[in-house]
């Protein structure tokens, strides 16, 4: 076995125990030595691959972050209209976490507020994906505003009160595993703050990324 299968067979298991333990104890409480012991290998060969556990711990928030993305935008091909644009991401998101908890506890357990902190951890992963979710959300508010669907609606400020709410989801998970009431009052939320006063209006597309 070369050196570089031999790496590509080290890494999934070291990414699944690295998310394993952090869950488990946080991520402060998680040490390379015990990351290597649970995935079977030495911890030189941790050393080697990822230098440190913060390098870890960026490579696991930037999958979570990649995967809500494209699930997200591939959700909203052929929507016609904003609120369900709106609607369809919020069920993506509260989907994925509830599928696929530890890797939002990850993140969770890393930093509680949820705003990686660049002057202890390499990356701004969470925060990038909400600055992501922020647009997905505003360019989607814009689309009903354009067409005539949304009354005294500011975009900016209401894309920031939706991704407060799913924000929330994330910190709910870590005292309790059961997200699904928030996700019916955020649909909830959506319908009722987006309630289209002209549904009559023509239904262009929404805006190309730029």
Same mark, same amino acid.
């Given at each position: 076995?070369?050196?570089?299968?031999?790496?590509?067979?080290?890494?999934?298991?070291?990414?699944?125990?690295?998310?394993?333990?952090?869950?488990?104890?946080?991520?402060?409480? #998680?040490?390379?030595?015990?990351?290597?012991?649970?995935?079977?290998?030495?911890?030189?060969?941790?050393?080697?691959? %990822?230098?440190?556990?913060?390098?870890?711990?960026?490579?696991?928030?930037?999958? #979570?972050?990649?995967?809500?993305?494209?699930?997200?935008?591939?959700?909203?091909?052929?929507?016609?209209?904003?609120?369900?644009?709106?609607?369809?991401?919020?069920?993506? !998101?509260?989907?994925?976490?509830?599928?696929?908890?530890?890797?939002?506890?990850?993140?969770?357990?890393?930093?509680?507020?949820?705003?990686?902190?660049?002057?202890?951890?390499?990356?701004?992963?969470?925060? !990038?994906?909400?600055?992501?979710?922020?647009?997905? !959300?505003?360019?989607?508010?814009?689309?009903?505003?354009?067409?005539?669907?949304?009354?005294?609606?500011?975009?900016?400020?209401?894309?920031?009160?939706?991704?407060?709410?799913?924000?929330?989801?994330?910190?709910?998970?870590?005292?309790? %595993?059961?997200?699904?009431?928030?996700?019916?009052?955020?649909?909830?939320?959506?319908?009722?703050? !987006?309630?289209?006063?002209?549904?009559?209006?023509?239904?262009?597309?929404?805006?190309?990324?730029?």
């Amino acid at each position: 076995m070369t050196p570089q299968s031999n790496e590509a067979d080290m890494l999934p298991e070291i990414l699944r125990a690295a998310r394993d333990l952090i869950v488990r104890n946080g991520f402060e409480a #998680t040490t390379i030595h015990d990351i290597a012991r649970l995935a079977g290998v030495e911890a030189e060969a941790v050393v080697t691959l %990822f230098k440190k556990k913060e390098n870890i711990l960026f490579i696991l928030a930037r999958q #979570t972050r990649h995967n809500i993305l494209r699930l997200s935008k591939a959700a909203t091909v052929g929507s016609k209209e904003p609120v369900d644009t709106l609607k369809r991401l919020v069920k993506v !998101f509260i989907n994925y976490t509830e599928n696929n908890t530890d890797e939002m506890i990850v993140l969770a357990k890393a930093d509680p507020s949820l705003r990686l902190d660049l002057s202890r951890f390499p990356n701004k992963e969470y925060d !990038f994906l909400r600055d992501e979710y922020l647009y997905l !959300f505003e360019s989607a508010i814009d689309w009903g505003i354009r067409e005539n669907h949304f009354e005294g609606v500011v975009s900016r400020h209401a894309a920031k009160v939706v991704v407060s709410l799913l924000n929330g989801v994330c910190t709910q998970l870590c005292t309790d %595993f059961t997200v699904s009431y928030l996700a019916e009052e955020i649909l909830m939320f959506v319908e009722k703050r !987006f309630a289209g006063p002209d549904p009559a209006a023509g239904g262009s597309a929404p805006p190309a990324e730029g």
